[in-house]
């Protein structure tokens, strides 16, 4: 979306978004850090990845805490750790949950996430500066 021209008409933005590559979509399925993790790294939210510690702070199944075990961004959805419900023939299925009614508890660093959340700081330094 980016470099393209913008628009005003909802019509026109609402099929940019639901039209959004798997990129954007990233971008998109951020969640907010929790209290000591925004903190920790002065940023607010990130995109939600795989083996991400979430809390369910909205809907059915507030209160719950998991790991994320898939982020489906064709269905705007992730999937946690159990949070999941019964089929009628036995069969578990998971329930999607939005990324964003979930806040982030514990983060899945590697070499690229930490270099994420440390230009995300250098950033909001230069800002307060």
Do not use: C, F
Request: hydrophobic share 35%; charged share 35%.
């Amino acid at each position: 979306m980016a470099g393209t021209k913008s628009s005003t008409s909802r019509r026109v933005l609402r099929k940019a978004h639901l039209d959004a590559p798997s990129s954007v979509r990233r971008k998109i399925m951020s969640a907010p850090l929790s209290a000591e993790l925004r903190e920790k790294y002065a940023t607010r939210s990130i995109p939600v990845r795989k083996d991400d510690e979430v809390k369910i702070v909205r809907g059915t199944y507030k209160g719950r805490e998991g790991k994320v075990t898939q982020v489906y961004r064709k269905k705007w959805v992730i999937h946690v750790d159990r949070v999941h419900r019964e089929k009628g023939n036995g069969a578990t299925v998971p329930i999607g949950v939005s990324a964003s009614n979930v806040v982030v508890t514990a983060l899945k660093l590697d070499k690229d996430r930490e270099g994420l959340l440390s230009r995300k700081k250098r950033a909001t330094k230069e800002e307060s500066a």
